[in-house]
């Protein structure tokens, strides 16, 4: 399936991928610019983009336009309009060049086009861009969206000791409140989230700790924190400011200590929630944290880039534990890099960040939206959110578990325990049979190893426990007789469990609440499936192929996502 960012940049298959790349960072556009048709020799050739969308898709009906000189000289006698109405009045010359810079307003939804006409003679357009506006909660690249989401504003934390984001659980279709701006400053007295406190112009605090930025200089510690809800996710936008001298920073007017570049660090994970908006963007963290990039920090106040006058992005939705879906999350970092844009000016280029499922989102943006991110900064990488290694990990441990003379009893001296210690109950309910059995193989942990293919059975096992949850349609008891059964726990799809109501979720119309503890097929037989939830065959099924439906397609016979995972023909070992 073929989106529209795709579409666009493939219009620059002549440029390389960095190139792409810094084109992004710039705030190019690909536009419909004219030539020019008289004029000025000095502006001969004007160019007019959108800095805050320079994929030519924007968003909440306002775009950070610019209009510039090819030989960088001062810009004068054009009139800007915007469908055939003037909105000159917004553009100032812009803070480091002689182009003009202005936010336009008012845009529709669908095709909205801006020209730049000769102020001595307006039937002379001297360039002209085309953009497509879409609505401020989406969607743009993954449409339909995923219907219901769980409003969570009322369990956001806005910073380490904050106020929460709604008062109330809030119920309009989009889970929209009013967009805040908090101010919060570096306490160099205290440690861990602590450092994060309010800060009160009215009452500057003796304890606001001096940071040093890249070129020097000292500015106090003091954060500018915007929050509000874009493209359904909870978003949030932190730079380095001054509350009382420019407390609204704008393009024309930007925050003096940051440096026009952007950090966006995602959250980690793939499983714990589905159709939830989320309450969460990882660790908060101090100094401490921050500083450690092994464990990372997913959330905008990052001490490692803002003390030294980065600006910091994220949502809930690039939290991969929350949306594991690399469309909707490069939707949405689209779009809050867009209010980037708009609050603060250009943007150089933007970093991403962070560990496990963070890098996940960035490979997979990367690779598919080439210009959305700039630089990668990864660590325990994976390649994508599919992941082939966790059914094989299942599988194994399965086999495992039914197959062998002595099941997975090894597993009781093992270490180390990968998510869970060991459980006996299924090994002991199944020894019996097991034991007269004379066709099974006396496979040890480093057999199934072998065999596998993974290095080790540590991997195996955690692959098996936890990660092929997001596998995982029926949210299972441990222990109640079904053989994944001694795979679950709280863990899987956590957030889901705890926000989705039993009556949404997903059920097969033949489960049965408990089975003979190692029930397996036979011929002629299989086992019911194990729920310990009412029958509820067309519910909400937490796992990876429903919520990437738009990508992978739809069972016509069930509704439900294609599965994306088979492994016939395959080998291992």
Not at 290 to 302: C, T
């Amino acid at each position: 399936m073929k989106h529209p960012l795709s579409a666009r940049l493939k219009k620059q298959r002549h440029l390389s991928a960095l190139a792409l790349a810094l084109l992004a960072g710039c705030g190019s556009s690909g536009s419909d610019n004219d030539s020019g048709n008289g004029g000025s020799p000095a502006q001969a050739s004007l160019r007019v983009t959108s800095v805050s969308s320079p994929q030519g898709m924007a968003s909440g009906g306002d775009s950070l336009i610019q209009v510039s000189d090819a030989a960088g000289g001062a810009i004068d006698n054009v009139v800007i309009r915007l469908n055939g109405r003037d909105v000159s009045a917004a553009f100032r010359k812009a803070p480091n060049s002689g182009a003009l810079l202005g936010t336009v307003t008012g845009m529709s939804n669908g095709e909205n086009r801006i020209e730049v006409l000769d102020a001595a003679d307006p039937s002379v357009v001297r360039a002209s861009l085309t953009l497509t506006n879409y609505p401020l909660q989406g969607p743009i690249l993954y449409a339909p969206q995923e219907q219901p989401i769980a409003c969570e504003t009322h369990n956001f934390t806005i910073y380490p000791g904050g106020p929460k984001l709604s008062d109330a659980p809030v119920t309009n279709a989009d889970c929209t409140v009013p967009t805040r701006v908090d101010w919060v400053y570096h306490d160099a007295s205290k440690a861990g989230t602590a450092v994060w406190q309010r800060y009160d112009p009215a009452n500057p605090p003796a304890s606001v700790e001096q940071t040093t930025l890249a070129d020097g200089s000292k500015v106090p510690y003091i954060v500018r924190l915007e929050t509000g809800v874009i493209n359904r996710g909870i978003y949030q936008t932190a730079v380095l400011g001054d509350p009382v001298a420019n407390p609204n920073p704008t393009p024309q007017t930007p925050a003096k200590s940051w440096n026009g570049k952007l950090v966006y660090p995602f959250g980690q994970s793939c499983g714990g929630g589905w159709y939830v908006q989320g309450t969460s963007m990882g660790p908060v963290g101090g100094s401490t944290a921050s500083a450690n990039g092994v464990s990372g920090d997913f959330n905008v106040l990052n001490d490692l880039p803002l003390r030294k006058g980065y600006a910091v992005a994220n949502s809930t939705l690039n939290f991969f534990g929350q949306n594991c879906n690399h469309i909707i999350s490069a939707e949405t970092m689209m779009m809050v890099k867009e209010r980037v844009a708009e609050n603060y000016g250009p943007i150089l280029y933007t970093m991403g960040w962070g560990n496990s499922g963070s890098s996940i989102q960035q490979s997979m943006i990367a690779d598919v939206y080439p210009g959305l991110i700039d630089g990668l900064v990864m660590f325990n990488g994976f390649p994508d959110n599919t992941n082939i290694a966790s059914l094989e990990g299942r599988l194994f441990y399965n086999f495992q578990l039914n197959h062998t003379k002595g099941g997975t009893t090894e597993n009781g001296t093992f270490a180390p325990l990968p998510n869970a210690p060991y459980d006996p109950t299924y090994d002991n309910a199944t020894a019996a049979r097991r034991a007269a059995d004379a066709s099974l193989l006396n496979w040890s942990n480093s057999d199934i190893a072998a065999v596998s293919g993974f290095t080790t059975y540590h991997s195996v096992r955690q692959q098996a426990s936890f990660w092929a949850g997001r596998l995982d349609s029926v949210l299972r008891t441990p222990n109640a007789g079904d053989r994944d059964n001694v795979m679950a726990g709280a863990g899987n799809s956590s957030v889901f469990r705890a926000i989705i109501g039993n009556e949404r979720k997903y059920s097969p119309a033949n489960a049965v609440a408990s089975a003979p503890m190692g029930t397996i097929p036979t011929a002629g037989y299989t086992p019911p499936p194990v729920s310990p939830l009412q029958p509820n065959p067309t519910g909400l099924r937490p796992n990876v192929a429903d919520h990437n439906k738009n990508t992978l397609g739809i069972d016509p016979a069930t509704g439900f996502g294609r599965s994306y995972s088979a492994n016939v023909g395959s080998s291992t070992g």
